[in-house]
């Protein structure tokens, strides 16, 4: 899956067909009871009959899988989607490339001890950090460990840990960096969980590959923080 995403209002929608353009966007018909669908730019902004007809609206709407232009987090399914280093990458804008590289020297921070001045410039001992190269700017060096991150799986691609709350973390961790370095807007609460992800995953030298065995409290903390960072990066 590359991304996922909902349509549809507060009552019944069924979709009757999808299509998808060299880009990755998606476009779905189908019909609709719901008096408040979603519509941007629409032939048709509201329902065509009052709420005590049980009529269906058509529709036809584009799911727009763009990079992100400021302002919006996208997806962990954005972010695998448009890399270099793909199988599906043929026609795709090598974003996670670029966006590796326009972190610099500083790279993508997912484990570190060192709260350093915080995010994005943690301290030693750093355990894992993912970089882009200028010199390559569309084809980034760590863009394998980067997609197999987001995966939920060892950096190495050898072994899907999907269930792993260290894991899991990790994934909605880098999504959310690479989010702030696109340029999507940060938030205090949001800022917090990435330092607090950070520090936690190297308090258990998560290097990408393996990690010290976690607390039951430390393990509810970080399903806690994956849950905020998710929601960050699932933002309509």
Same mark, same amino acid.
């Given at each position: 899956?590359?991304?996922?995403?909902?349509?549809?209002?507060?009552?019944?929608?069924?979709?009757?067909?999808?299509?998808?353009?060299?880009?990755?966007?998606?476009?779905?018909?189908?019909?609709?009871?719901?008096?408040?669908?979603?519509?941007?730019?629409?032939?048709?902004?509201?329902?065509?009959?009052?709420?005590?007809?049980?009529?269906?609206?058509?529709?036809?709407?584009?799911?727009?899988?763009?990079?992100?232009?400021?302002?919006?987090?996208?997806?962990?399914?954005?972010?695998?989607?448009?890399?270099?280093?793909?199988?599906?990458?043929?026609?795709?804008?090598?974003?996670?490339?670029?966006?590796?590289?326009?972190?610099?020297?500083?790279?993508?921070?997912v484990s570190a001890?060192?709260?350093?001045?915080?995010?994005?410039?943690?301290?030693?001992?750093?355990?894992?950090? !993912?970089?882009?190269?200028?010199?390559?700017?569309?084809?980034?060096?760590?863009?394998?460990?980067?997609?197999?991150?987001?995966?939920?799986?060892?950096?190495?691609?050898?072994?899907?840990?999907?269930?792993?709350?260290?894991?899991?973390l990790a994934a909605?961790? !880098?999504?959310?960096?690479?989010?702030?370095?696109?340029?999507?807007?940060?938030?205090?609460t949001v800022l917090?969980?990435?330092?607090?992800?950070?520090?936690?995953?190297?308090?258990?030298?998560?290097?990408? !590959?393996?990690?010290?065995?976690?607390?039951?409290?430390?393990?509810?903390?970080?399903?806690?923080?994956?849950?905020?960072?998710?929601?960050?990066?699932?933002?309509?």
């Amino acid at each position: 899956m590359f991304y996922s995403t909902y349509l549809g209002g507060g009552s019944n929608e069924q979709g009757t067909a999808i299509a998808a353009d060299a880009s990755g966007s998606a476009y779905v018909t189908g019909i609709t009871l719901s008096t408040n669908f979603p519509t941007v730019n629409a032939f048709q902004p509201a329902s065509g009959l009052p709420v005590f007809f049980a009529s269906f609206d058509a529709f036809a709407a584009k799911i727009n899988n763009t990079s992100p232009s400021g302002g919006r987090a996208m997806t962990i399914g954005f972010w695998k989607n448009w890399a270099s280093c793909t199988t599906s990458s043929n026609n795709k804008k090598p974003t996670i490339d670029q966006t590796l590289a326009a972190a610099g020297s500083t790279g993508e921070v997912v484990s570190a001890q060192n709260p350093g001045s915080g995010y994005p410039a943690f301290a030693p001992t750093i355990y894992l950090r !993912l970089l882009g190269s200028t010199a390559t700017l569309n084809s980034a060096p760590d863009c394998s460990k980067a997609v197999n991150l987001l995966n939920k799986t060892t950096i190495d691609g050898k072994t899907r840990n999907s269930n792993d709350p260290a894991f899991n973390l990790a994934a909605q961790l !880098l999504a959310t960096e690479l989010n702030f370095t696109a340029g999507a807007a940060k938030n205090g609460t949001v800022l917090n969980s990435v330092n607090q992800a950070v520090l936690l995953l190297g308090k258990y030298n998560f290097n990408g !590959l393996t990690h010290d065995k976690i607390s039951a409290a430390d393990t509810t903390t970080m399903n806690n923080l994956a849950t905020i960072l998710d929601n960050y990066n699932n933002t309509p």
